[in-house]
T-cell receptor, first 111, second 118 residues
Framework: AQSVSQHNHHVILSEAASLELGCNYSYGGTVNLFWYVQYPGQHLQLLLKYFSGDPLVKGIKGFEAEFIKSKFSFNLRKPSVQWSDTAEYFCAVSSMEKLTFGTGTRLTIIP | GAVVSQHPSWVICKSGTSVKIECRSLDFQATTMFWYRQFPKQSLMLMATSNEGSKATYEQGVEKDKFLINHASLTLSTLTVTSAHPEDSSFYIC??????????????FGPGTRLTVL
């Protein structure tokens, strides 16, 4: 069975700091990778996804993620965070049309 | 576009009663919808895959007789928690996969329903 690990449970940053959230997965076959964001009181939204091709994918709001197959990782990055990035971030892996989510990372940005 | 709604957003019920949660795709058709459960400070766990016109596919460990799923139309799936108990208290989230998207991995999520069983 596939699994997803997000090692950072809560990250606190100041505005303009750089962000990197870790995501590792375990699965032996072909997977598709996602990052979702959940702003306070809102539903899950897709930030970006990787299916194939260029392992560096760019998403909305200045986020990007890099797929490193050898490390089974798909870390999320943003060079300069804003207060509005405060949210819960979920990494997810899909295989056989099923999504498996990590436990999420709560990001708090201090103005 | 691609909006998914859930109703109700919050429900409180007594132990032993049944609760129905609706999931609607507002501006698209979805043959396939998914039901997830999220415990506090934990991840979303897939409960079942709901397919219009056929029986739902449940994940291992999910009691199909307790969590009844009905996908009666291309825009509506319902989850009924039967004989609810306090341990069923949780946040239930649905998602829908638009029929017009060729990618099988694109899902749009509803806002969730918080169930509290007293």
């Amino acid at each position: 069975a596939q699994s997803v690990s997000q090692h950072n449970h809560h990250v606190i940053l100041s505005e303009a700091a750089s962000l990197e959230l870790g995501c590792n997965y375990s699965y032996g076959g072909t997977v598709n990778l996602f990052w979702y964001v959940q702003y306070p009181g809102q539903h899950l939204q897709l930030l970006l996804k990787y299916f194939s091709g260029d392992p560096l994918v760019k998403g909305i709001k200045g986020f990007e993620a890099e797929f490193i197959k050898s490390k089974f990782s798909f870390n999320l990055r943003k060079p300069s965070v804003q207060w509005s990035d405060t949210a819960e971030y979920f990494c997810a892996v899909s295989s056989m049309e099923k999504l498996t989510f990590g436990t999420g990372t709560r990001l708090t940005i201090i103005p | 576009g691609a909006v998914v709604s859930q109703h109700p957003s919050w429900v409180i019920c007594k132990s032993g009663t049944s609760v129905k949660i609706e999931c609607r795709s507002l501006d698209f058709q979805a043959t396939t919808m998914f039901w997830y459960r999220q415990f506090p400070k934990q991840s979303l766990m897939l409960m079942a895959t709901s397919n219009e016109g056929s029986k739902a596919t449940y994940e291992q460990g999910v009691e199909k007789d307790k969590f009844l799923i009905n996908h009666a139309s291309l825009t509506l799936s319902t989850l009924t928690v039967t004989s609810a108990h306090p341990e069923d208290s949780s946040f239930y989230i649905c998602s829908a996969r638009p029929d017009w998207i060729s990618s099988t991995d694109t899902q749009y999520f509803g806002p969730g329903t918080r169930l509290t069983v007293l």
